[in-house]
Structures are given as structure tokens and as C-alpha cells.
């Protein structure tokens, strides 16, 4: 069993340092999204760099490198709060990337222009004999989300990594007015290939 | 904590109602059926009040077979339950309006595997919502997100307990009797009312709003135990009105809160909301101290023309430009009502354990504020509290 663990360590430890050379290409994101920490749901989503360029920097030790990208991010996501409303929200972002060799993390400042259908539960019947709940009316509406969002994360292998995201968005409405919203990501990037 | 801090409180958590409403589906129902049960219970039991907690117990021991008997002090059943027909294309509700938890609580209130009935219900999470204050309207509609309840789509609490309790409780019901003194120093239980009437039971359950209790309009013998007159005296129960306005042109948001979002005191609502009518209807709920400045104005026209003049100014004069008619309930200068509900301002479960202790195992209380399971101050609540006492009263 120590063997098994102290492989696994080293195992960790050895893509770490492997990934420190360069960043991979095409991720697929997957994370636990939330608005307002309450209303849970998922995201899933990818990100192509548009324009990439590095810069090195003499460390005490080492050279290290900043890989600096302009980004676009297409996600799909969901959240929900169970009897009440569902959203589907179509998100694209447009970003600026910048990844740090040395500590292996990354950050990135976006703005989103998101698509977000709603579907809200109006009206409902209670069926007095066991409580259930049926006929459920529901409205469908969309709405445009623009946002802000800052992400960080770090890398833990060549192909992963993990991050966290903070959302700030407005949704318009034409006839219920403007509202904010906040969103949450916390996931896991997979990326296809790597860079050789 | 304060009073003001409490409520403050309060009204948080009012506000992250759909998050407790989701988590408390699972664990807010009663501890079992009272289904099936056999009672052997062959005393008499008073109930003090036809309103929530009232009607339920007297439901509750029709299903047993027990002998009882309901004192209402009013002319009317419902207690802080009240419909107002007639004023717009849908029945309005006076008191208690909104259904503050999971709705299957309507089930469980009638505990009846047999209903079939189905009660229709809309979702209470206004998506328009802004906040006067200062002299400036601020819109708040993120509120939206998060502030969900529930309301009956074409009836009203009054009209559920009309249909769904009172037919097997009406012939019990003893109107008019205001209860001026409970004596359980001997075997019987003797009640007296204000005209004089004698009735005595074996049992006796008091429902009356705590307000009654506090103000010593039912005089006790012996008297109530110190700790219990302490707990009663340290419950807040402030002032509240109720107003509803017609207009001709819809010119309001879904809600409209005076001065402070958090608590919430003074609030203007669309009390048509998703009610599939037509009727353009304004509620205004107010309660504590914006309450009282309501009520000592003195009359309905006062209080209605008060309430305009606010929402002229918001609205730049068009409450009075599309005003109809307007209706007051002002809860605080019914006799037998006397106020709002219950606002705990001290150690929650110990002041209830102490309110629902029954005196000599002949005198037990329910209502609003006496529900140890913890929705107090709400009509599902008292409707809860009733089932708790029930149970302990009979030892089921």
C-alpha cells in the first residue's frame, strides 16, 4: 500500500514537472456551476486560443516561461432550483489568458455574452390525499446575460487541470428589468493534445 | 438581539426561503400519521378559538370520536384568517396569505389518505421588485432570484379551511362567546365567557392568539405559573394592517418595499399575481412600527388615503389618478386578535416548551406561537402545533 501511494505521488509529481514545459492545446471543462451558491448545476465547455505569445523570465535558478493567450470559450451549462426554476444558459466568452510556468498556474479576465432560458414553474396543483405535486404550469423566457469573469486554477497533470471560476452578470429583460446575477464554476480541464 | 435585529433576521431568511423550502421537504413532516389510530379518550374537550390551530384540533377529534366543543369569541371562524369576497375578480386574503413552506404542508394538515382533492397554487417570487427609500425608487430585481413562496391560485386559507375542515367541525362551533376566565382547580374544567355562559370540560386546549394571553383577558385560576406568564411576556407581537386597492391601470411593480428590503415592514404587493385576473389589485402589508403610524391615524378612509398619498409620491400621482376602491383590515384593534403573530426575541425552543405546558394535565395551549417543531408565526404552523398537542393531550 506505501508502495502504491508513494508511485502515485511521484507518478503526480513527475506530469507536474513534465507540465511545466508548455501548455497544452483544446480543452474540454467540466465544473460544478452555480448561481449564488445556491441554485446548483454543470457546465461544460471548451477554449481556443486566438492569439498566443511568450515571455521568459531569469528566475535565481531557472528561466521560466509566461504563455500569454487571447482566448474564445464557448460553454453550455445548467443550473436549477428543484421545483422552482431551470436555466440552460449558451455562454460565449472572449478572454485574455496568462499562464505562469513557474507555479504552473494560470488566470484569465473574460467578458461572456450568454444566452439564458429560464423555465419557471407559475402555477402548480397539491394533491391533498399524499402531497404530491402536479400539473405543473411552466413559463419559458430568455434573456442576454453579459458578464464578467475572472478564472484561476492550477496544473496537475499534462492533460489536467483544475480551476475556479467568479462570474458577474446582468440579465436583460425587456419587460421584467434588469437583474444581477453571480455565478460560481469549480471543474476540472481535459485537454486533448498536448504540445510536443 | 433585538427586535429589530430579530426581524432583520428574519427577513433574511425569508429571503433564502427557497433554499430552506427545498431542504425542509424532507424533514418538516409530522412525526407520523394520525391515521387509524384508536382513541379512547372518553372526556369532554373545550377548544378556545376557531382559527388555525382551533379548527384543526376540532378536526382532529371529529376523526377520534371525542366529545368536543368549539369557543369562538367572534361571530366568524378563522382567527387571523379572513377572505374578502366581492372586491375583485378573485378572493382575497385578509390575514394569513401566504403558504411559507413546501406546499405539501396542505397534505399533511389534513393528514387524510382518502382526499382527493387537488388544490391549485402559483409560485410567490415577484420578478419586478423595487425599494423606495430616501425619495428614490431603486430597483432590487435580483431579489427574484432567490425569494420564492407560495399562494393559492383561486382560493385562500380562509376558503381551504371552508372546505377542507369546517364541514366536519361547523355544528361544534359556539360563536360570539368571548372566554373570560378558565378555573381547572378542581376535577372539571370550568370556562366562563363575558355573557355569562358556564362550560365545563374534562379537558381544555387554548388556541387564542398570544396577545389575549399577555394582556390577561382570560383570567386563570390558579393562576398561570410564573414562568409562563415570563415566556408570554417575552414574545413580541407587534402591530399589523392589512389594505388592498383596486386600480384601473396597472402602473406598480410586482412588489414595492418602503425603506428597507431586509425587513420588509411596509411592502406593497400585486396581489393578483399570477392569479389569471383581471382585477388590478394593490396589497399593502405592514407590520411594527409602520404599522402603528397606519393605525393611529384612526379610520379605514385615513389609513387608505395615507397609503396613496406614499404611493403618489413613488408614483408620481397615479395611485389617485387610477385609484377605485380600497378595504382595510386593520388586525391590530380587533378585539380578540389584537396584533400580528409571534416574534420570538429570546431562546426560541425554550419559550415554547414553556407556552405549550399544560396546567395540571387539564389546560393545554396551541397556535402560532406554540409549534416546538418550529414554523411558528405561520398558519400551517398553528395548524402543526394543534397535531402536537392533540397527540399529547389524548397520549397518542
Given at each position: 500500500?506505501?508502495?502504491?501511494?508513494?508511485?502515485?505521488?511521484l507518478s503526480l509529481i513527475g506530469t507536474a514537472l513534465q507540465a511545466q514545459e508548455r501548455p497544452a492545446k483544446y480543452p474540454i471543462s467540466?465544473?460544478?456551476?452555480?448561481?449564488?451558491?445556491?441554485?446548483?448545476?454543470?457546465?461544460?465547455?471548451t477554449q481556443v486560443d486566438f492569439k498566443q505569445w511568450a515571455t521568459e523570465?531569469?528566475?535565481?535558478?531557472a528561466t521560466f516561461t509566461k504563455t500569454k493567450s487571447?482566448f474564445?470559450?464557448?460553454?453550455?451549462?445548467?443550473?436549477?432550483?428543484?421545483?422552482?426554476?431551470?436555466?440552460?444558459?449558451?455562454?460565449?466568452?472572449?478572454?485574455?489568458n496568462r499562464w505562469k510556468s513557474k507555479r504552473n498556474t494560470f488566470?484569465?479576465?473574460?467578458?461572456?455574452?450568454?444566452?439564458?432560458?429560464?423555465?419557471?414553474?407559475?402555477?402548480?396543483?397539491?394533491?391533498?390525499?399524499?402531497?404530491?405535486?402536479?400539473?405543473?404550469?411552466?413559463?419559458?423566457?430568455?434573456?442576454?446575460?453579459?458578464?464578467?469573469?475572472?478564472?484561476?486554477g492550477r496544473r496537475i497533470s499534462r492533460r489536467l487541470d483544475?480551476?475556479?471560476?467568479?462570474?458577474?452578470?446582468?440579465?436583460?429583460?425587456?419587460?421584467?428589468?434588469?437583474?444581477?446575477?453571480?455565478?460560481?464554476?469549480?471543474?476540472i480541464r481535459y485537454y486533448l493534445t498536448t504540445n510536443k | 438581539?433585538?427586535?429589530?435585529?430579530?426581524?432583520?433576521?428574519?427577513?433574511?431568511?425569508?429571503?433564502?426561503?427557497?433554499?430552506?423550502?427545498?431542504?425542509?421537504?424532507?424533514?418538516?413532516?409530522?412525526?407520523?400519521?394520525?391515521?387509524?389510530?384508536?382513541?379512547?379518550?372518553?372526556?369532554?374537550?373545550?377548544?378556545?378559538?376557531?382559527?388555525?390551530?382551533?379548527?384543526?384540533?376540532?378536526?382532529?377529534?371529529?376523526?377520534?370520536?371525542?366529545?368536543?366543543?368549539?369557543?369562538?369569541?367572534?361571530?366568524?371562524?378563522?382567527?387571523?384568517?379572513?377572505?374578502?369576497?366581492?372586491?375583485?375578480?378573485?378572493?382575497?386574503?385578509?390575514?394569513?396569505?401566504?403558504?411559507?413552506?413546501?406546499?405539501?404542508?396542505?397534505?399533511?394538515?389534513?393528514?387524510?389518505?382518502?382526499?382527493?382533492?387537488?388544490?391549485?397554487?402559483?409560485?410567490?417570487?415577484?420578478?419586478?421588485?423595487?425599494?423606495?427609500?430616501?425619495?428614490?425608487?431603486?430597483?432590487?430585481?435580483?431579489?427574484?432570484?432567490?425569494?420564492?413562496?407560495?399562494?393559492?391560485?383561486?382560493?385562500?386559507?380562509?376558503?381551504?379551511?371552508?372546505?377542507?375542515?369546517?364541514?366536519?367541525?361547523?355544528?361544534?362551533?359556539?360563536?360570539?362567546?368571548?372566554?373570560?376566565?378558565?378555573?381547572?382547580?378542581?376535577?372539571?374544567?370550568?370556562?366562563?365567557?363575558?355573557?355569562?355562559?358556564?362550560?365545563?370540560?374534562?379537558?381544555?386546549?387554548?388556541?387564542?392568539?398570544?396577545?389575549?394571553?399577555?394582556?390577561?383577558?382570560?383570567?386563570?385560576?390558579?393562576?398561570?405559573?410564573?414562568?409562563?406568564?415570563?415566556?408570554?411576556?417575552?414574545?413580541?407581537?407587534?402591530?399589523?394592517?392589512?389594505?388592498?386597492?383596486?386600480?384601473?391601470?396597472?402602473?406598480?411593480?410586482?412588489?414595492?418595499?418602503?425603506?428597507?428590503?431586509?425587513?420588509?415592514?411596509?411592502?406593497?404587493?400585486?396581489?393578483?399575481?399570477?392569479?389569471?385576473?383581471?382585477?388590478?389589485?394593490?396589497?399593502?402589508?405592514?407590520?411594527?412600527?409602520?404599522?402603528?403610524?397606519?393605525?393611529?391615524?384612526?379610520?379605514?378612509?385615513?389609513?387608505?388615503?395615507?397609503?396613496?398619498?406614499?404611493?403618489?409620491?413613488?408614483?408620481?400621482?397615479?395611485?389617485?389618478?387610477?385609484?377605485?376602491?380600497?378595504?382595510?383590515?386593520?388586525?391590530?384593534?380587533?378585539?380578540?386578535?389584537?396584533?400580528?403573530?409571534?416574534?420570538?426575541?429570546?431562546?426560541?425552543?425554550?419559550?415554547?416548551?414553556?407556552?405549550?405546558?399544560?396546567?395540571?394535565?387539564?389546560?393545554?395551549?396551541?397556535?402560532?406561537?406554540?409549534?416546538?417543531?418550529?414554523?411558528?408565526?405561520?398558519?400551517?404552523?398553528?395548524?402543526?402545533?394543534?397535531?402536537?398537542?392533540?397527540?399529547?393531550?389524548?397520549?397518542?
Amino acid at each position: 500500500m506505501k508502495n502504491l501511494l508513494l508511485f502515485a505521488v511521484l507518478s503526480l509529481i513527475g506530469t507536474a514537472l513534465q507540465a511545466q514545459e508548455r501548455p497544452a492545446k483544446y480543452p474540454i471543462s467540466l465544473s460544478y456551476f452555480s448561481h449564488a451558491v445556491i441554485h446548483p448545476g454543470m457546465k461544460v465547455g471548451t477554449q481556443v486560443d486566438f492569439k498566443q505569445w511568450a515571455t521568459e523570465k531569469e528566475g535565481k535558478k531557472a528561466t521560466f516561461t509566461k504563455t500569454k493567450s487571447l482566448f474564445v470559450s464557448p460553454q453550455i451549462g445548467f443550473f436549477y432550483l428543484p421545483g422552482h426554476r431551470t436555466n440552460f444558459l449558451f455562454n460565449a466568452e472572449v478572454g485574455y489568458n496568462r499562464w505562469k510556468s513557474k507555479r504552473n498556474t494560470f488566470s484569465a479576465w473574460s467578458i461572456g455574452l450568454g444566452y439564458l432560458l429560464q423555465s419557471q414553474v407559475n402555477t402548480l396543483s397539491v394533491n391533498l390525499g399524499d402531497g404530491s405535486i402536479g400539473n405543473e404550469n411552466r413559463e419559458w423566457g430568455s434573456y442576454f446575460l453579459p458578464s464578467l469573469n475572472y478564472a484561476f486554477g492550477r496544473r496537475i497533470s499534462r492533460r489536467l487541470d483544475w480551476f475556479s471560476k467568479l462570474s458577474y452578470g446582468v440579465q436583460l429583460s425587456s419587460n421584467r428589468g434588469a437583474s444581477s446575477m453571480a455565478f460560481a464554476d469549480l471543474g476540472i480541464r481535459y485537454y486533448l493534445t498536448t504540445n510536443k | 438581539m433585538t427586535r429589530k435585529e430579530f426581524l432583520r433576521t428574519l427577513a433574511t431568511l425569508g429571503i433564502a426561503a427557497p433554499l430552506v423550502t427545498t431542504l425542509a421537504a424532507s424533514c418538516n413532516e409530522k412525526d407520523e400519521t394520525l391515521q387509524g389510530l384508536d382513541v379512547d379518550y372518553k372526556g369532554k374537550v373545550l377548544i378556545i378559538g376557531a382559527g388555525a390551530a382551533g379548527m384543526t384540533a376540532g378536526y382532529l377529534l371529529n376523526r377520534f370520536g371525542v366529545d368536543f366543543q368549539i369557543i369562538e369569541a367572534s361571530a366568524v371562524f378563522g382567527g387571523r384568517i379572513k377572505r374578502l369576497d366581492g372586491f375583485a375578480d378573485f378572493p382575497i386574503d385578509l390575514g394569513g396569505e401566504w403558504i411559507h413552506t413546501d406546499p405539501a404542508v396542505l397534505s399533511r394538515m389534513l393528514d387524510d389518505s382518502a382526499q382527493q382533492a387537488k388544490v391549485d397554487l402559483v409560485t410567490y417570487n415577484p420578478q419586478t421588485v423595487s425599494v423606495w427609500r430616501n425619495g428614490k425608487l431603486r430597483k432590487r430585481n435580483i431579489t427574484r432570484h432567490f425569494y420564492s413562496e407560495y399562494k393559492f391560485k383561486s382560493t385562500t386559507w380562509y376558503g381551504f379551511f371552508e372546505r377542507f375542515i369546517v364541514p366536519s367541525i361547523q355544528d361544534r362551533i359556539i360563536y360570539n362567546s368571548p372566554v373570560r376566565s378558565i378555573d381547572y382547580s378542581s376535577d372539571r374544567v370550568v370556562v366562563k365567557d363575558r355573557n355569562d355562559n358556564t362550560y365545563e370540560a374534562d379537558k381544555v386546549l387554548v388556541t387564542v392568539p398570544v396577545s389575549i394571553l399577555k394582556n390577561s383577558d382570560i383570567t386563570f385560576e390558579p393562576a398561570l405559573p410564573t414562568e409562563k406568564v415570563e415566556a408570554l411576556d417575552s414574545i413580541y407581537f407587534p402591530p399589523i394592517l392589512k389594505a388592498f386597492f383596486e386600480f384601473s391601470e396597472r402602473f406598480y411593480p410586482d412588489l414595492l418595499v418602503m425603506d428597507d428590503l431586509l425587513t420588509r415592514n411596509e411592502m406593497f404587493y400585486d396581489a393578483a399575481f399570477r392569479k389569471e385576473a383581471k382585477s388590478h389589485v394593490l396589497g399593502l402589508f405592514v407590520i411594527d412600527d409602520p404599522a402603528q403610524t397606519y393605525v393611529d391615524l384612526g379610520t379605514d378612509q385615513a389609513i387608505i388615503q395615507s397609503a396613496l398619498a406614499k404611493l403618489d409620491e413613488v408614483f408620481d400621482g397615479k395611485a389617485s389618478q387610477f385609484y377605485v376602491k380600497g378595504a382595510v383590515q386593520n388586525w391590530t384593534t380587533e378585539p380578540f386578535i389584537q396584533g400580528s403573530y409571534s416574534h420570538f426575541e429570546e431562546n426560541i425552543s425554550n419559550t415554547i416548551r414553556t407556552l405549550i405546558e399544560p396546567l395540571n394535565d387539564k389546560v393545554y395551549f396551541a397556535g402560532e406561537a406554540m409549534n416546538l417543531n418550529g414554523d411558528t408565526s405561520t398558519v400551517h404552523g398553528a395548524s402543526e402545533s394543534a397535531y402536537l398537542m392533540i397527540r399529547r393531550m389524548l397520549q397518542l
